[in-house]
């Protein structure tokens, strides 16, 4: 068994940084992954996934999938393909097997924001990722604890990361408006957590910048 780390935590100091996280991640990724995104609303899931598929050299920006659950941006070369997708909006099993994940898995990386309690049985072998603001920043509504997980030892919680019972969860106006002028200062507290033998000798300690 390698001593490689299984869990990392990595600080990033703005966008910038996080989307370069996001790069040096794509570097460890290949065909058949399925990578977790936590964090919440404008915590930075979107910029992290950005700098992934910046670094995989797919076709289209990566961005927040509000519209469109999943998204596909196929190679430009010869790396997988990227599936994005955003589950904000599912609430149960059969929601996610609508979406038939399992038949691109094997030739593409799956990124999945908002899929904590959700997508885990798509694949044993697989990285959580908990993008936090220092302190706690500002947690999604509901979801008081969201801010906050990982900030005593990096562990993501066992909590969902989504908010609770949006008024219309099929209507994307229902998400809060949050202003983070004059509070968000751009640093963030990224913990990347490696399950399944995949994972084993891989050494996330590379992720730091």
């Known amino acids: 068994m390698s001593d490689s780390p299984r869990q990392i935590v990595v600080s990033t100091a703005d966008a910038e940084a996080t989307r370069a996280l996001g790069a040096r991640l794509a570097s460890l990724l290949r065909a058949g992954d ?3 995104l936590t964090g919440g609303l404008g915590a930075g899931k979107t910029t992290l996934a950005q700098g992934i598929g910046a670094a995989m050299d797919v ?3 990566v961005s927040s999938p509000t519209f469109i659950i999943a998204r596909a941006h196929p190679a430009l070369g010869d790396g997988p ?3 994005h ?3 904000y909006r599912l609430s149960s099993l059969e929601e996610v097997d609508a979406l ?3 038949s691109s898995m094997e030739r593409s990386v799956t990124l999945v924001e908002w899929g904590r309690n959700k997508v885990e049985g798509l694949a044993e072998d697989r990285l959580e990722i908990s993008v936090d603001r220092p302190h706690g920043g500002l947690p999604a ?4 604890a969201d801010g906050a997980h990982g900030a005593a030892d990096g562990a993501p919680s066992s909590a969902p990361d989504h908010p609770a019972s949006p008024a219309d969860p099929a209507d994307p106006a229902a998400r809060p408006v ?5 509070v968000d200062d751009g ?3 990224i913990t990347i957590q490696a399950h399944g033998r995949r994972w084993a000798g891989v050494d996330l300690g590379a992720l730091v910048g």
Request: cysteine-free; glycine content about 12%.
């Open 34 to 36: 399925l990578v977790l």
């Open 59 to 61: 076709r289209g920006r």
């Open 81 to 83: 393909d990227l599936i």
């Open 85 to 87: 997708v955003d589950a």
């Open 100 to 102: 038939d994940l399992d």
């Open 141 to 144: 509504p509901g979801d008081a």
């Open 178 to 182: 949050l202003d983070l002028d004059g």
């Open 187 to 189: 640093r963030r507290a």
